[in-house]
T-cell receptor, first 111, second 114 residues
Framework: DQQVKQNSPSLSVQEGRISILNCDYT??????FLWYKKYPAEGPTFLIS?????DKNEDGRFTVFLNKSAKHLSLHIVPSQPGDSAVYFC??????????FGTGTSLTVIP | DSGVTQTPKHLITATGQRVTLRCSPR?????VYWYQQSLDQGLQFLIQ???????AKGNILERFSAQQFPDLHSELNLSSLELGDSALYFC?????????????FGSGTQLSVL
């Protein structure tokens, strides 16, 4: 049962433009969401999170938006840089802190 | 550096064999998680330990087992290996249960079963 879904396996964006990565979830009990970034041959690293009491959280070039009614979140990267090329995973923990991850979106930022 | 250490980085073995993957969590973290990432797959949750006790089980095969020791390091044992077990295995740790926690991941063990 895929409780967190990322329907776009890949995304290509020109340097300097906006990258928008999407994530959907099915469990309405999720109240905290995270984005992780993963480079090849490395483990995922935490990028940004959002609590369900907010609809937006910003950290530098990265902003996460949460639409609870649609059970949808998105990660915006502005402006996109070549170093942002990586696989991005969204994740959500249940009450027992079991984290569910999406299948990832591979972002390529073209110089 | 996440502070989570996984060994070995690479493991090549044959079908039917048994291997052990090791994980040392960040200092102070009590929870350890194991995840499997196969080709084109997301991170599949295998099992979670908290302070030495099994806390949650995910899609872990009966051929796989894990434990967390008193010093909080954890081992994932994979036995009767099959070709399909070839994957990247990640360990992650967090401080505690519940709340706005985040996981810190090791760099993974790449297992190749030939």
């Amino acid at each position: 049962d895929q409780q967190v879904k990322q329907n776009s396996p890949s995304l290509s964006v020109q340097e300097g433009r906006i990258s928008i990565l999407n994530c959907d979830y099915t469990n309405s009990m999720f109240d905290y969401f995270l984005w992780y970034k993963k480079y090849p041959a490395e483990g995922p690293t935490f990028l940004i999170s959002i609590s369900s009491i907010k609809d937006k959280n910003e950290d530098g070039r990265f902003t996460v938006f949460l639409n609870k009614s649609a059970k949808h979140l998105s990660l915006h990267i502005v402006p996109s840089q070549p170093g942002d090329s990586a696989v991005y995973f969204c994740a959500a923990p249940n009450t027992g802190n079991q984290f569910y991850f999406g299948t990832g979106t591979s972002l390529t930022v073209i110089p | 550096d996440s502070g989570v250490t996984q060994t070995p980085k690479h493991l090549i073995t044959a079908t039917g064999q048994r291997v052990t993957l090791r994980c040392s969590p960040r200092s102070g973290d009590l929870s350890v998680y194991w995840y499997q990432q196969s080709l084109d797959q997301g991170l599949q949750f295998l099992i979670q330990y908290y302070n030495g006790e099994e806390r949650a089980k995910g899609n872990i095969l009966e051929r796989f087992s894990a434990q967390q020791f008193p010093d909080l390091h954890s081992e994932l044992n994979l036995s009767s290996l099959e070709l399909g077990d070839s994957a990247l295995y990640f360990c992650a740790s967090s401080v505690a249960l519940g709340g706005a926690e985040k996981l810190f991941f090791g760099s993974g063990t790449q297992l190749s079963v030939l």
